[in-house]
């Protein structure tokens, strides 16, 4: 799910970002060896179709990176995950990579406020005969949520939940999936080494959506190491993404 200040601060980055760049290694040709050598070559072809459509996006910063989509797949294969949540669609790349790793009978709750993006990204995953794993929901995911948790039959029934929304909302959302991911269930956070600037000192030059978003990541990480109900390994793919393992 998006706010609208995601979206303007998407746009101000777009300007300032390489297309499909959002690797935090510092050489710019090994992330490329990644990409040709084991992504690209092993990328389905409903995946890179969407991934140059979103290319072109005003906003292509926050799409998954492909190495991401491509790390997320196995992941859910390696779990047997069939039941699913998505929190932050955009234009469904990760979302296309969770549809193609689920069986055919797996389903994706998938929530974002901005179904046009969405809509983009439809096509593409209706030609890959994957769309009626997806159930769809515009608008923001804590109501949803809200109603999930209030409702004794939803607790631990997901496999894996995936969020990559606003970040001012990690806590929030992380107090009710905890509820509802299975115990043995993975929760994935993304973007929690946000631009690497988790490391950066008080007074360096940042943006002013990564200075405002940062303390939210940073104190997510800090509540998600603390947690003693989840494993966590956190990684540096893509912007970084924490792994939850709910163990009770």
Same mark, same amino acid.
């Given at each position: 799910?998006?706010?609208?200040?995601?979206? /303007?601060n998407?746009?101000?980055?777009?300007g300032?970002?390489?297309? %499909?760049?959002?690797?935090?290694?510092?050489?710019?040709?090994?992330f490329?060896?990644?990409?040709?050598?084991?992504?690209?070559p092993r990328?389905?072809?409903?995946?890179?179709?969407?991934?140059? *459509?979103?290319? #072109? $996006?005003p906003?292509?910063?926050?799409?998954t990176?492909?190495?991401? %989509?491509q790390?997320l797949?196995?992941l859910? #294969?390696l779990?047997?995950?069939?039941?699913?949540m998505?929190?932050?669609?955009?234009?469904?790349y /990760?979302l296309?990579a969770?549809?193609?790793?689920?069986?055919?009978d %797996?389903?994706i709750?998938?929530m974002? *406020?901005?179904?046009?993006?969405?809509?983009?990204?439809?096509? @593409?995953?209706?030609?890959?005969?994957?769309? $009626?794993k997806?159930d769809?929901?515009e608008?923001?995911?804590?109501?949803?949520?809200?109603?999930?948790v !209030?409702?004794?039959t !939803?607790?631990?029934?997901?496999?894996?939940?995936?969020?990559?929304?606003? !970040?001012?909302?990690?806590?929030?959302?992380? !107090?009710?999936l *905890?509820?509802?991911?299975?115990?043995g269930g993975?929760? %994935?956070?993304d973007n929690?080494?946000?631009?690497?600037?988790?490391?950066?000192p008080?007074?360096?030059?940042?943006?002013?959506?990564?200075?405002?978003?940062r303390?939210f @990541?940073?104190? &997510?990480? #800090?509540? &998600?190491a603390?947690?003693?109900?989840?494993?966590?390994?956190?990684?540096?793919?893509?912007?970084?993404?924490?792994?939850?393992?709910?163990?009770?």
């Amino acid at each position: 799910m998006m706010t609208e200040t995601d979206e /303007s601060n998407a746009k101000q980055l777009s300007g300032h970002q390489e297309i %499909g760049h959002k690797s935090l290694l510092q050489s710019d040709a090994l992330f490329q060896y990644i990409l040709e050598t084991s992504v690209y070559p092993r990328e389905h072809e409903a995946m890179k179709e969407l991934r140059e *459509i979103t290319a #072109k $996006h005003p906003w292509n910063v926050m799409a998954t990176s492909a190495d991401e %989509g491509q790390f997320l797949s196995m992941l859910l #294969k390696l779990i047997n995950a069939k039941n699913t949540m998505e929190i932050g669609v955009y234009t469904g790349y /990760s979302l296309l990579a969770t549809a193609l790793a689920l069986p055919e009978d %797996g389903k994706i709750l998938a929530m974002d *406020i901005n179904r046009e993006n969405y809509e983009l990204g439809l096509p @593409v995953i209706e030609k890959a005969g994957v769309a $009626h794993k997806i159930d769809f929901r515009e608008g923001p995911a804590l109501p949803i949520l809200d109603e999930m948790v !209030k409702d004794s039959t !939803k607790h631990g029934t997901f496999d894996f939940i995936f969020v990559d929304a606003d !970040k001012d909302n990690y806590l929030n959302y992380h !107090k009710r999936l *905890i509820e509802l991911v299975k115990v043995g269930g993975v929760i %994935g956070y993304d973007n929690t080494l946000w631009n690497g600037a988790v490391v950066a000192p008080p007074d360096a030059p940042l943006k002013n959506y990564i200075r405002y978003y940062r303390d939210f @990541v940073l104190e &997510l990480n #800090k509540v &998600l190491a603390a947690d003693h109900r989840i494993e966590i390994c956190q990684l540096p793919v893509g912007d970084g993404v924490t792994l939850c393992r709910r163990i009770t």
